[in-house]
């Protein structure tokens, strides 16, 4: 379970790409920062500077393969800001895997640490291969020479990755290992996400999904509904959207529809979620569900329902369907599920979005909870862990409220108003040296 909420971006295209083309992530992130700016009391300058990243670093990841050949891979390190502490971000593995897909999500992991008030900057990174492909002793091998190719880059005070799609708490703990065994002492802290028994924390897998049902539950109050009488869809029934919809139904909401990548399960009455496998747990179980109705990923979209929770990829509410999404509020859990031309449609049609730099940033709240524990030596309950992540999501959820509701701003606008602000507080206070 990555930060983000182990989610993939559409196909990137060349900057300021036509409507009908998917969005890439970096040209959806300068865009909603330059609408942002428009709101916050930010110095130009500030702004021109955070379009960028600090740096972007290339390394090529040779990995001898179970048959004796040799294969060589492109792997990228992206490092956007680190003016309110170290970057932090997640690993992927992926065909698709490229510097600018990297830039922009490390800009959406800086707008999320601040939004949250986190001491962390944004970073990103990855390996452009197929995870498919490699057998577990390919993937040991390419993660241990990964972690050395970026090892001058990284560590618990400069940047702190984490799992994401294609890579887990394994991937973490090999990372980790072979990142202590250069340094000559073990270092958990310079990665999250590991598994327990080498310094991870409890309740990390399962966070992001959280935050967004918290996020939802608040929404839900916000706008005066009674949960017990809200319909709920979730598109993509993995780590977060599984333990988002599962946490809504214990809170009394009626989750309606659920996904995988095969496609969709839909009981007007209510599905019983606990009855229902994630696809991380057993792919494929969700759409060979015995439910009353079959849909299509794209069908689900278009349910007439309270909440809609895009918690699979990025890039799927568009211009092309944006006019057929039918629920009265949106609550994004993957990354960039809505393009910049989409929202401002929602916008428009009065459609609430609460944005995923909030709803699902449980992901890198837990992560820092779990750096904190590394450095202290010392593990939290999973009690704790909850109870710490509540006391975070609120605190960010109120941050972000009172900008809407003083100066009627959209959520996303709003969100970006307090990342905004913090970063620029931060760089005007240190200064530009020299």
């Known amino acids: 379970m990555n930060e983000d909420g182990k989610n993939r971006n559409g196909e990137a295209v060349a900057d300021g790409g036509s409507e009908s083309e998917p969005e890439s992530a970096l040209a959806t992130a300068r865009r909603q920062l330059e ?76 707008w999320k640490c601040a939004v949250m008030d986190l001491p962390f900057g944004g970073g990103k990174g990855g390996v452009a291969v197929d995870p498919k492909t490699l057998s577990d002793e390919e993937r040991e091998r390419l993660t241990r020479r990964f972690a050395e190719e970026i090892r001058n880059v990284v560590g618990p005070k400069k940047d702190v990755p984490a799992p994401d799609m294609g890579t887990g708490p394994q991937e973490m703990a090999w990372f980790m290992d072979a990142y202590s065994m250069q340094q000559g002492e073990t270092t958990p802290g310079v990665v999250t996400g590991k598994p327990p028994v080498i ?115 990025g890039n799927v509410i568009t211009t092309e369907n944006v006019d057929a999404i039918s629920a009265d509020m949106v609550v994004e859990g993957a990354n960039g599920p809505t393009t910049f031309a989409a929202d401002a449609v929602l916008e428009e049609r009065g459609i609430p979005v609460l944005p995923d730099i909030l709803a699902n940033a449980g992901g890198v709240t837990v992560s820092y909870f779990e750096w904190l524990q590394d450095i202290n030596r010392r593990q939290w309950s999973l009690e704790r862990v909850h109870e710490e992540l509540e006391a975070e999501m609120l605190k960010a959820w109120n941050a972000v409220r009172e900008h809407v509701e003083e100066r009627d701003l959209t959520w996303r606008d709003a969100a970006y108003v307090v990342a905004l602000s913090r970063i620029g507080g931060a760089k005007e206070t240190r200064g530009l040296w020299p």
């Open 199 to 313: 310094g991870g924390s409890y309740g990390r897998e399962e966070a992001p999904g959280r935050s967004v049902a918290i996020v939802t539950r608040e929404a839900i109050d916000f706008y005066d509904w009674d949960i017990e009488d809200t319909t709920v869809a979730v598109q993509g029934f993995g780590s977060v959207g599984a333990n988002a919809a599962r946490l809504l139904d214990e809170w009394g909401a009626k989750v309606v529809a659920v996904s995988d990548v095969d496609g969709a399960i839909y009981d007007p009455d209510g599905l019983d979620t606990q009855d229902v496998e994630g696809h991380d747990e057993r792919p494929g179980m969700v759409s060979g569900y015995d439910a009353p109705e079959s849909l299509t990923n794209e069908d689900l979209l278009e349910l007439d329902v309270d909440v809609l929770i895009p918690a699979a990829i």
């Open 35 to 110: 609408r942002a700016a428009s709101h916050a009391d930010v110095d130009d300058g500030v702004v021109a500077r955070l379009k960028h990243p600090t740096r972007v670093q290339q390394v090529s990841v040779p990995l001898r393969r179970d048959d004796g050949s040799l294969d060589v891979f492109t792997g990228f390190r992206a490092q956007h800001d680190d003016v309110r502490g170290p970057y932090k971000g997640g690993l992927r593995y992926h065909p698709e895997v490229t510097a600018d897909e990297c830039i922009g999500l490390s800009m959406w992991m800086t």
